[in-house]
């Protein structure tokens, strides 16, 4: 196999993150950097610094340590947990003369010591672009909310938003949400990449009534809010849930919802999808639920419409127009009353309808996914003097 390594464009930009490629547990943030890569395939070339085992510890098979090994159009080189440590990583960054870093979740421990080290070697890059994945959300600060306030006043009394060229925001939500967190530093509106792959057909609607949930199963997705809506519904419904069962605590607590659910309602467990499992598998639901707490993206919400399912979703994310292109209802989230009136009207649509709202989620997928201007933002934020 050729080095992956031996030629250098004009740009080359070192990613770190604490899971990459095999694994998807980390969830989006995994889809948008991989997603990102593929689309500016040619025009920058990237390299992956990360750990060579998924967040549950969970080892890669078969994968060579601390040399790049070629993933899709990156170069990642995977270390083992003792030597993923900042002093290893600008020891990688110096001999690869990366132009940029890219850092991917403000409140990674990696993210805390790859400022701290570099702010006394502010010459190492061109630029750092930070990534905060929907960590600033007001959803996401309300958890373990006092040591991140910690974080904050000792990233601002070290002056460490120096240190950082760019924030990338993927909406306008998310930027509002840095500005009121961090205060006048410089940001950049790029949304995360689609998957490029088009959407296929949309299939027939199932014949009962059929939700799901697909997602990590932690507070902030807020699977809870779901089973407790549920509680309230007098139709007979199948409910499907699916992915990592990441906080064992808030499990138990849905578990016991759970058994207090009346006859009408079934709910099962399902496990966790393969990525490429998940498109084809919302194909078999007759709507998505997900009153998530935020999201700076929510790749989930495209893959569901990619397979034609309609979305009931929170008014927490950059999804907000769902409603005015017939592919879904955005709820607020303080008011469960627009929960159930969607659940409702989605599930007592005739065929007719049903297929009409199927067909109107793979146009919208196919029409977000091939927007170029994403592509031009994403590319703008590793642009000489961005």
């Known amino acids: 196999m050729p080095d992956p390594m031996s030629q250098r464009p004009g740009r080359r930009v070192l990613i770190v993150m604490d899971a990459y490629l095999p694994g998807r547990l980390a969830g989006g943030p995994v889809t948008s950097v991989a997603n990102m890569i593929e689309a500016l395939r040619g025009e920058i070339e990237f390299v992956v610094v990360t750990r060579n085992a998924d967040l549950n510890g969970e080892l890669y098979p078969d994968v060579p340590l601390g040399t790049p090994v070629a993933v899709g159009a990156a170069s990642v080189i995977y270390l083992a947990g003792a030597d993923f440590r900042a002093r290893n990583i600008l020891k990688i960054a110096a001999s690869l003369q990366a132009d940029t870093l890219y850092l991917n979740s403000f409140f990674s421990v990696r993210t805390i010591r790859l400022l701290l080290q570099l702010s006394s070697r502010r010459g190492l890059f061109r630029a750092v672009v930070l ?46 949400d840095i500005y009121r967190a961090l205060g006048p530093v410089r940001v950049k509106v790029a949304a995360d990449m689609p998957d490029i792959t088009a959407a296929g057909p949309a299939s027939a609607a199932p014949a009962s009534a059929r939700l799901v949930f697909i997602g990590r199963i932690s507070p902030m997705k807020n699977l809870l809010y779901s089973l407790q809506l549920l509680t309230t519904l007098q139709q007979p419904i199948e409910f499907d849930i699916y992915g990592p069962l990441e906080d064992q605590g808030y499990w138990q607590q849905c578990q016991r919802v759970m058994a207090t659910l009346p006859p009408q309602i079934k709910v099962a467990y399902r496990g966790v999808l393969t990525h490429e499992a998940v498109t084809a598998t919302f194909a078999c639901y007759t709507a998505f639920l997900l009153p998530t707490q935020g999201e700076n993206y929510g790749h989930v919400v495209l893959e569901a419409l990619s397979g034609g399912c309609p979305v009931i979703l929170s008014d927490r994310t950059p999804w907000q127009d769902l409603n005015a292109y017939g592919v879904g209802w955005v ?56």
Do not use: I, M, W
């Open 131 to 176: 990534a905060p994945r929907g960590e600033f959300s007001p959803g996401a600060l309300a958890l373990k909310a006092k040591k991140k306030r910690v974080y904050l006043q000792l990233f601002q009394r070290l002056h460490l938003q120096q240190v950082v060229t760019t924030f990338q925001a993927s909406s306008p939500l998310e930027e509002r």
């Open 331 to 386: 709820c607020d989230l303080d008011e469960p009353s627009q929960f159930r009136k969607a659940v409702a009207q989605v599930l007592n649509e005739s065929a007719e309808e049903a297929q009409a709202r199927r067909e109107r989620c793979v146009a919208y997928a196919q029409r977000v996914a091939s927007d170029p201007e994403v592509r031009e933002d994403n590319l703008q934020l590793f642009a000489p003097g961005a």
